[in-house]
């Protein structure tokens, strides 16, 4: 079960503990297997958990070179 | 974030995929490891339409309720109920898995004890934080995306000597049953889709000798529609130029060292063990329990459990083949016939993951 | 199976199987054999009976009186009956707090009120501290006919139209109990379907609320009862932003979600439209879609089909097994 949903960060207090945004919807997260989390960040959370950061450079990137092949190929 | 289902996108990048895989010996046959990426490859109707452009999917050994023997099951069931005042905390997935002694869904709990079905281990620790009258046991099963969730839950409970907490452990490792898999050398397989969740946390070394020793290139992808088919495309350029490696698609949320934090927890906590795996057999250090130190926590030692890790399969179920991406799901005699949503013979048709599940849901 | 389990009561397999095994043929008779929601008696009356048992009591957008009554009222008018009168079987647990009683009575009075029925009969009893969670309520209907389920004059080109958006029950359920550690605006959708009714004496042909078991789990039952396919589509089927984060958030799949204030209809073709302009009239219909139609095309008779966000096509079958027991 790799379900992993990636979220903002709305609330993390000093025990890393905190809740992520989806669509609306808050969930409790625990934030103590990343660094240096704050709030408007963006997470991978999975079962409770964010995993990872959700690095939005990188993800500017892909979306770039996603709508690149869809050009090329009209 | 719609872009990554966005229609148009999703057809340019199998147009690129159909190009690509011209002059290539077909059907270029790549394996998915991981279960959600089975699903969203159904899901979206990506399956067939890579058969068009030329690539065969298999399913992979990536279930963690699929691969499960179903002694873990069986004993999840015994403790809920013969035991008098003892919640069993499970993810939802497990309670549908039928074995010879009933699933955890139909069971009927003992008296005063109970099934609770929970998001997130630290959801099991806080009833027993809450309720330190009952026994608490998390039925914590999947590979290395959940582990250190269970590791750091475990690491936590030790420090509020949570006497009342502990854990039915079901933990394996992704990259050894590839291995074993390849070994057997009875698939023929051209490249890997490696999962993304699971790299978050180990990163592409583990990979690597996939690349090195048997040279298959693989490609670690994010879990949208145009994840899988950039994985692909990246799969395809490394077959093309000779040069098996280990890419990152998802680049977004792996790091090529993974995660740091949650691998020095996990070495923290957990040991690696032999593990005894549905349809592959036992594959040495594939598995991990609680060391030593963590052993109150650890429900098989404290209740003494004897889990030997066999696994009983129904008499004709193929779903040992079928984690190996020997045979798909049609070719399995129960298949449809025997076995269906309904009334499921084995576990690759009662999780949400199986591919003999996600096989019947999204046939044409 | 020598005891009754949970599982029983969740409208998946094992309570279809129990009525099919155990109820039927115990009670052999033409009228129970339809199966609809309510009962068609001579001379003209619709008779049902639906118990509740929702855990928590309370939660956001409803509590159990207004889905003791509610729930009653939809299922005789998708079954083509004016709901007229209600029974009222209160069941309370001793030490049941008074003022959470007289909410609940206040919530029945009102939703009666505003699914014009009355009470008109009932009955108490209390038992012993830990003998029954707080409190249970069943509720029996008496409705006059208006006209009779036709799946029978379901053909290919009819149009599935659904009366609002998906789940919201079910979420609502979810965070009243605090599990999963969510936080959301969700309300229950739980309401009465009144408005549905001109419809019937308008030629629509059939109607189901979506309760237990979902859209998925309704159409895939009447799909087995026709010689056609439904096929839905996917981008039609109208959810709320919170439901579709919520339901991602936690992998269950929206389809299959109970709700308590949303039917499902088939319209004859030609009339469609129509119907769908009266639905949006009223405020509870106002998010109404048709999402599919009845088909011979595509796939074989008896299927219930979705096609995808990415135009692949997927199979749905009814709901083995219930997510989260005591939602209604």
Not at chain 2, 178 to 184: D, V
Request: glycine residues 10%; proline residues 6%; charged residues 25%.
């Amino acid at each position: 079960m790799c379900l992993g949903i990636p979220a903002k960060v709305v609330e993390i207090n000093d025990s890393n503990l905190g809740k992520v945004d989806y669509l609306g919807t808050k969930v409790k997260t625990n934030f103590s297997l990343v660094d240096t989390i704050q709030v408007g960040d963006w997470v991978i959370i999975h079962a409770g958990f964010a995993i990872a950061r959700l690095d939005e450079e990188e993800a500017k990137e892909t979306l770039d070179m996603l709508r690149e092949i869809a050009k090329s190929s009209e | 974030m719609k872009e990554y289902r966005d229609k148009k996108i999703i057809r340019a990048l199998l147009k690129r995929i159909e190009e690509e895989t011209q002059g290539l010996p077909a059907p270029v046959r790549i394996m998915e490891v991981c279960g959600t990426h089975t699903m969203t490859i159904h899901k979206y109707g990506l399956k067939i339409m890579l058969e068009t452009a030329g690539i065969e999917m298999l399913s992979g050994p990536g279930c963690p309720v699929c691969i499960t023997p179903d002694e873990f099951h069986e004993a999840a069931l015994d403790l809920v109920t013969k035991r008098e005042n003892l919640v069993l905390a499970t993810f939802g997935d497990m309670t549908r898995v039928p074995t010879g002694k009933g699933s955890l869904q139909t069971a009927i709990p003992a008296h005063d004890s109970l099934i609770k079905i929970v998001y997130s281990p630290e959801e099991a620790a806080e009833i027993a934080k809450s309720q330190s009258e009952k026994e608490v046991v998390f039925f914590g099963v999947g590979f290395e995306t959940t582990i250190p969730s269970i590791a750091l839950t475990v690491k936590n409970a030790a420090s509020a000597k949570l006497a009342n907490f502990s854990v039915l452990s079901a933990l394996w490792l992704i990259p050894p049953p590839l291995r074993a898999i390849l070994e057997a050398g009875e698939t023929r397989i051209n490249g890997f889709l490696y999962p993304g969740h699971v790299s978050v946390i180990i990163g592409k070394k583990p990979y690597e000798f996939i690349a090195k020793e048997y040279g298959i290139p693989g490609a670690i992808a994010g879990f949208e529609p145009s994840d899988i088919l950039l994985g692909i495309c990246a799969v395809i350029d490394q077959i093309k130029q000779k040069k098996p490696g280990v890419h990152i698609e998802y680049t977004r949320a792996v790091s090529p060292a993974g995660n740091p934090k949650a691998l020095a927890l996990m070495e923290e906590v957990l040991e690696e063990k032999d593990a005894c795996w549905r349809g592959l057999g036992t594959i040495p250090r594939s598995g991990l329990r609680l060391k030593k130190k963590y052993s109150g926590f650890d429900a098989e030692v404290k209740y003494g459990l004897k889990i030997s890790g066999k696994t009983s399969d129904q008499p004709g179920c193929r779903c040992g083949e079928v984690l190996k991406g020997l045979v798909s799901p049609p070719q399995c005699p129960l298949y449809s016939r025997k076995c269906t949503p309904e009334s499921p013979h084995g576990p690759c048709m009662v999780s949400l993951e199986g591919a003999c599940l996600i096989y019947y849901k999204y046939q044409e | 199976m020598r005891q009754v389990s949970l599982e029983l009561g969740s409208g998946g397999k094992l309570m279809r199987d129990f009525i099919a095994q155990h109820i039927l043929p115990t009670f052999k008779n033409p009228v129970l054999e339809h199966l609809w929601d309510a009962s068609h008696l001579p001379p003209g009356i619709a008779f049902t009976t639906d118990s509740y048992v929702v855990d928590p009591i309370f939660f956001p957008g409803g509590d159990i009186g207004t889905l003791c009554v509610n729930g009653t009222v939809n299922d005789l008018i998708v079954s083509g009956a004016k709901p007229q009168y209600l029974s009222l079987a209160l069941i309370l647990e001793e030490g049941l707090d008074w003022e959470d009683l007289k909410k609940i009575l206040n919530s029945i009075k009102k939703a009666a009120v505003k699914a014009r029925v009355k009470v008109i009969t009932g009955d108490t009893k209390v038992v012993r501290r830990g003998q029954g969670d707080k409190i249970y309520i069943n509720t029996s209907g008496v409705g006059r006919a208006v006209a009779k389920p036709r799946p029978n004059k379901i053909r290919p080109g009819d149009k599935i139209i659904l009366t609002g958006t998906l789940g919201e029950h079910t979420l609502a359920i979810l965070l009243a109990r605090g599990d999963f550690g969510l936080e959301s605006k969700i309300k229950s959708d739980c309401a009465p379907l009144n408005f549905l009714l001109p419809l019937w004496k308008k030629g629509v042909l059939w109607m189901r609320d979506i309760t237990r078991g979902g859209l998925a789990t309704i159409l895939s039952e009447l799909a087995e009862t026709i010689p056609y396919a439904l096929l839905i589509e996917e981008e039609k089927i109208p959810f709320s932003r919170a439901v579709r984060g919520a339901t991602e958030l936690l992998g269950i799949d929206p389809l299959y979600l109970a709700c308590e204030g949303r039917a499902v209809i088939i319209a004859p073709a030609k009339k469609a439209k129509q119907m769908l302009r009266e639905i949006r009239r009223n405020p509870l219909g106002k998010n109404a879609q048709i999402v599919g139609e009845v088909t011979k095309s595509i796939g074989k008779p008896g299927e219930l089909l979705l096609t995808t966000l990415t135009g692949g096509l997927r199979l749905l079958e009814p709901l083995t097994s219930e997510l989260l027991p005591r939602i209604c």
